[in-house]
């Protein structure tokens, strides 16, 4: 992306009033996915320019019926459509990068065929290339810049699920770890509620992928309607947050048009190219932050975060981090998400635990960006929930399956070293639960 189209991209996307989404668009698969994060950012836009982003989640702009077609007989496994009775050459959903067309294989079965629209990868590369660039540009002119996050981390973050996405291929291995991961756990923890679609690599590759007709809304459909409950809200956030928190390998790119949920509240991941993983020490940080925070219990929550520093503070300035940390939460617990955004709440956070030595590398990018979906989901379906205190039986359950490198009463400890478990009381145990 050049300068001068970033600086456009920047004014459309916070200037007053709703933005231009195909001038967006034309400006590169690069400026959807950033568009994307935006939608997500409450504390720097509108909730109502928020709104209006987030239907670049499932309603890009589709190609041609010709060039639909011309891609399938250039890029599909040969004989592809001798497998299909019939086949809808206009798609009836569209992302960024991909586009879906609903399918009757011979024998009967529903399907949906899933194209990549184009070969997106030069130009995504160029483009995420360039504005590294300026970033590190703007990073040696405004080292201060450092302290409040680490902006060529995020878009290394974006770089790396992008591409992935651009392989179908990796599609259908990431929802086969993700049940496998799932069956790992399953006498600890099952996950009934959750299902993946049926695919057929044999008629799949690299560009299309074939799999089952779920006939389900997905969560964009739900909000969008207003017919996303409470109940299936919290459901996706157990199933999601266990895989986040307890498993460590989990749906990297989880927005509203990535997960389906039918009336009884059975959910379908779909999507699932980029996959990511959470290393022990983030996960346990960010789990005990929350854990102990949905609970009201500040101290312990503010510690656990400090176990993503290098070096923790001591003395006088872990003394500014604990006053800073009391100030940005001190009347937070039992508030609505309408009244103090998750997402903002982190932000503040973010920024108060980097200058007191935190270290958000890449990996820790996918588990706020994950829950700054989940905030984003809840303020716009039950904008007057308190998210923080319902999660609390959740974070209860998911001790089960979590390992934890330090107790409530010793505070934090190396992370490298424990290796005790907590059960929902927060005994440390020398097994799982």
Not at 91 to 113: C, E, M, R, W, Y
Not at 135 to 161: A, S
Not at 274 to 296: E, M, Q
Not at 376 to 397: A, F, K, N
Request: aromatic content about 10%; overall charge negative.
């Amino acid at each position: 992306m050049r300068l001068l189209t970033f600086a456009r991209f920047i004014r459309m996307i916070t200037k007053k009033g709703p933005a231009d989404l195909d001038k967006i668009q034309k400006m590169g698969l690069l400026a959807v996915k950033l568009t994307q994060i935006f939608a997500l950012r409450p504390d720097l836009l509108s909730e109502e320019k928020c709104k209006q982003l987030q239907s670049l989640y499932q309603r890009a702009n589709s190609i041609p019926r010709e060039d639909s077609m011309k891609l399938i007989h250039d890029r599909a496994p040969e004989g592809f459509l001798d497998a299909f009775s019939s086949f809808d050459e206009e798609p009836f959903a569209a992302a960024s990068i991909g586009q879906v067309h609903k399918g009757v294989l011979n024998d009967g079965t529903n399907v949906v065929v899933k194209i990549i629209k184009a070969d997106f990868e030069k130009s995504f590369r160029k483009d995420v290339a360039r504005m590294k660039r300026w970033l590190r540009m703007g990073l040696f002119l405004n080292p201060r810049l450092r302290k409040v996050g680490n902006p060529v981390g995020l878009l290394q973050h974006v770089e790396d699920y992008t591409l992935k996405e651009l392989d179908l291929r990796n599609e259908i291995e990431g929802a086969e770890l993700l049940q496998r991961k799932a069956k790992e756990v399953e006498h600890q923890f099952p996950m009934p509620l959750l299902s993946f679609p049926r695919v057929w690599p044999e008629l799949s590759n690299q560009h299309i992928l074939v799999m089952e007709h779920v006939e389900a809304p997905t969560l964009e459909d739900r909000l969008a309607e207003g017919t996303m409950s409470w109940d299936n809200l919290l459901q996706l956030f157990r199933i999601h947050g266990a895989f986040m928190f307890g498993i460590g390998t989990f749906h990297g790119d989880l927005h509203p048009g990535n997960a389906m949920v039918n009336d009884e509240g059975k959910f379908t991941f779909i999507d699932t190219g980029a996959i990511s993983h959470a290393p022990d020490k983030v996960r346990s940080a960010l789990f005990g932050f929350f854990f102990h925070l949905a609970k009201g219990e500040l101290d312990q929550s503010f510690e656990a975060m400090l176990l993503m520093a290098d070096t923790p503070p001591s003395g006088a300035a872990k003394e500014k981090y604990m006053a800073s940390m009391h100030e940005i939460y001190t009347g937070f617990i039992g508030k609505s998400v309408s009244e103090v955004s998750l997402t903002q709440q982190m932000m503040k956070t973010v920024r108060c635990a980097v200058l007191a030595g935190c270290r958000f590398g890449e990996e820790a990018f996918p588990i706020i960006r994950s829950l700054m979906y989940m905030d984003g989901m809840v303020l716009r379906g039950q904008p007057d929930v308190d998210l923080i205190t319902s999660m609390g039986p959740y974070l209860d359950e998911f001790a089960s399956i979590v390992e934890l490198p330090y107790s409530k009463d010793s505070k934090t400890t190396d992370a490298s070293t424990s290796s005790t478990f907590w059960d929902g009381n927060l005994k440390p145990t020398n097994e799982m639960v």
